[in-house]
Nanobody, 118 residues
Framework: QVQLVESGGGLVQPGGSLRLSCAAS????????MTWYRQTPGKERELVAS????????NYADSVKGRFTISRDNAKKTVYLQMNSLKPEDTAVYYCKAVMVVNGLNYWGQGIQVTVSS
């Protein structure tokens, strides 16, 4: 059974930090690129950050560059999103997605709420 389980969300004050985790099971994690998306009510889901199957190849939305860092641990089958200098506009439900680029096979997590507010 394929599962992607996000954790680490919650309420944080502006300027604070959170670290999201996405634990994978039921598929060969190392063969999938991993991506974090976020979504707010009434808006389309947007890509936040992605990391290739090759560690070190990453991509970020302009809005989070320099503040967020994506990383992966293939041994733990987990992808992380370190979020620093959080802003109220970072408030959203964050989702992780696994994609096998060669054939488009993909899986989504259930999402986790991040709220940045004083």
């Amino acid at each position: 059974q394929v599962q992607l389980v996000e954790s680490g969300g919650g309420l944080v004050q502006p300027g604070g930090s959170l670290r999201l985790s996405c634990a994978a099971s039921g598929f060969t994690f190392s063969r999938f690129s991993m991506t974090w998306y976020r979504q707010t009510p009434g808006k389309e889901r947007e890509l936040v950050a992605s990391i290739s199957t090759i560690p070190g190849i990453t991509n970020y939305a302009d809005s989070v560059k320099g503040r967020f860092t994506i990383s992966r641990d293939n041994a733990k089958k987990t992808v992380y999103l370190q979020m620093n200098s959080l802003k109220p506009e970072d408030t959203a439900v964050y989702y992780c997605k696994a994609v096998m680029v060669v054939n488009g096979l993909n899986y989504w997590g259930q999402g986790i709420q991040v709220t940045v507010s004083s």
